[in-house]
């Protein structure tokens, strides 16, 4: 059962042991999740050091694909400091925006375990000592959700090619990773060479993007924290769980508070706003690339098109992307409407011209939405003035004014009517 109070009293100062590696205050240990990332990455397939033939290589071909796309998008570049990374240097240099994403989510898991043991979730002979526990009990939750973490930036590691290809802002610097551009062109028969600039194009293009349009970081990371509030614990399967702990059996807890399959987000206008939002953005950021990259690599890439399929099919089947915000953020993304939007995209560079198709970008009162991409004619060809010249400039004052996530499903209608 239970054990003696003793017995139980040198269980917690096992857990403290624990937890006192950890310097964090955030909900996550992200130290830990860090080792487990690493520690997973070696486990299966290793972490090969960036050879300097290879770092020459990248940073040309990174320099290279930023040229053309100069060519066919009206945004500048977003290319400063090439550089080639190592799986490790993937986790470290992108771990302060994961924190972003996944702190709301451990947040609200953490603490909503906390409030149903202190609400009588614990079997009755452990309720008279459950209040001094309650802090380390939601301290070791946020330790399994590290856990947890660590272990989907372990996978993660393994199958990305660059810094930008799960279509979120993850760094400011444009970067390939040899392992993973390895890992890609696995059973292709297409040039190296040709792979690792179309590779290159991509990461390059995604740049323009995060670094040339203000308002676009906030609005991704505000749509993720935004569906994170709506995150709960299923309390039932919890409270069956903590039936028969033994609070003497450390493994027992990390067991119980592991928390994957207790994730449960409410289904809430507000859950529903939020994942159009961020579905929608993605949609259209991934998109928008796939459009500039096809136009760049036309008549310099023979293998263009059947690279950028087996993108999509990448893509469609569950990329790092889909799994990576089923595991930290709770949801699934829906691949079928990056094609939708990369054929919106298209069409609006037909019928507008590069420059005011990128326009759009200016604000995000003026990006298309769900239902646009659902029907894009209306959006196609209605008319948007707007002169380029805000979009270069930056508009700072947006970035702030549409923190709070921005558009959302809510003022859709409305927008469109401004739109015109």
Request: aromatic share 4%; glycine share 10%.
């Amino acid at each position: 059962m239970f054990g003696s109070p003793e017995q139980m009293a040198a269980a917690m100062r096992q857990f403290a042991d624990m937890l006192s590696a950890s310097p964090d205050a955030g909900p996550v240990n992200w130290d830990m999740a860090k080792n487990i990332a690493r520690h997973a990455m070696v486990a299966e397939g290793g972490d090969p050091s960036v050879m300097e033939g290879e770092r020459r290589e990248i940073v040309e071909a990174l320099n290279l694909a930023d040229l053309w796309l100069n060519e066919v998008t009206a945004l500048p570049s977003g290319v400063v400091n090439p550089q080639a990374w190592s799986r490790s240097e993937w986790i470290e240099k992108t771990v302060p925006v994961w924190k972003q994403l996944a702190d709301p989510v451990a947040a609200r898991m953490v603490e909503t375990m906390g409030g149903t043991l202190s609400a009588g979730g614990l079997p009755p002979e452990a309720q008279a000592m459950a209040g001094p526990l309650m802090g380390m009990l939601k301290q070791m939750g946020g330790m399994m959700v590290g856990q947890q973490i660590g272990q989907a930036l372990g996978s993660l590691a393994r199958e990305v090619v660059g810094s930008s290809d799960i279509g979120l802002p993850l760094s400011d610097t444009a970067a390939l990773l040899p392992g993973g551009i390895a890992a890609f062109s696995h059973g292709l028969e297409t040039p190296s060479d040709e792979i690792r600039l179309y590779l290159a194009l991509r990461e390059a293009a995604h740049h323009r993007l995060f670094q040339h349009v203000p308002w676009l970081r906030a609005h991704l990371l505000g749509a993720v924290e935004e569906y994170a509030q709506g995150i709960t614990v299923d309390v039932s399967a919890l409270e069956e769980k903590l039936q028969g702990l033994d609070l003497s059996n450390p493994a027992q807890l990390q067991e119980v508070l592991g928390g994957g399959e207790l994730l449960k987000p409410e289904e809430t206008e507000r859950q529903k706003v939020a994942l159009n939002r961020l579905e929608t953005t993605l949609a259209l950021v991934e998109g928008w690339v796939a459009t500039v990259v096809d136009a760049a690599a036309a008549g310099r890439l023979p293998s263009a098109v059947a690279l950028a399929e087996t993108v999509r099919r990448r893509r469609a089947t569950g990329g790092p992307a889909e799994r990576t915000f089923a595991t930290l953020v709770g949801l699934e993304l829906r691949p079928r409407r990056l094609r939708e939007a990369a054929a919106l995209w298209k069409a609006l560079g037909d019928e507008r011209g590069v420059e005011r198709r990128d326009a759009v970008w200016g604000h995000p009162d003026l990006m298309p939405t769900s239902d646009d991409l659902d029907d894009p004619t209306v959006f196609v060809k209605g008319g948007i003035e707007l002169d380029l010249s805000s979009l270069e400039a930056g508009d700072e004052h947006q970035g702030d004014d549409r923190a709070d996530g921005g558009t959302d499903g809510g003022t859709d209608g409305e927008d469109r009517d401004s739109r015109g």
